[in-house]
């Protein structure tokens, strides 16, 4: 079982950069693949990036790719999201999660069994 707790949100301004956490704690966290997840006010959960157990394979939703990145350092337990050029339509909770099947990658909500609480994002025009 896992706990991820996700750090780093805030408000900035259009074009910004900000960088997002997730620190987990137990047992096998380099088994698992990662997923950044958001939802923003009246909309579904949608899928952001996902990076697999090893860190070898990472896939992204279009409407990030190319300014945003996920990485994992499996020795500190942690997964984060840089997000580069920051857009208003990004505004949104963002949250991290843990596919415990971790391979092939998925952007099914639906395939994660772990979440962290959520961060706020959110960019001003």
């Known amino acids: 079982q896992l706990q991820l707790v996700e750090y780093g949100g805030g408000s900035v301004q259009a074009r910004a950069s900000l960088t997002l956490s997730c620190a987990a704690s137990?047992?096998?966290?380099?088994?698992?693949?990662m997923g950044w997840f958001r939802q923003a006010p009246g909309k579904d959960r949608e899928f952001v990036a996902a990076i697999s157990w090893s860190g070898g394979e990472t896939n992204y939703a279009d409407s990030v790719k190319g300014r945003f990145s996920i990485d994992r350092d499996n020795d500190r337990k942690t997964v984060s999201l840089q997000m580069n050029s920051l857009k208003p339509e990004d505004t949104a909770v963002y949250y991290c999660a843990a596919d415990q099947v971790g391979w092939p990658l998925y952007r099914d909500p639906k395939a994660y069994e772990y979440w962290g609480q959520g961060t706020q994002v959110t960019v001003s025009s």
């Open positions: 137990g047992r096998s966290f380099s088994s698992y693949a």
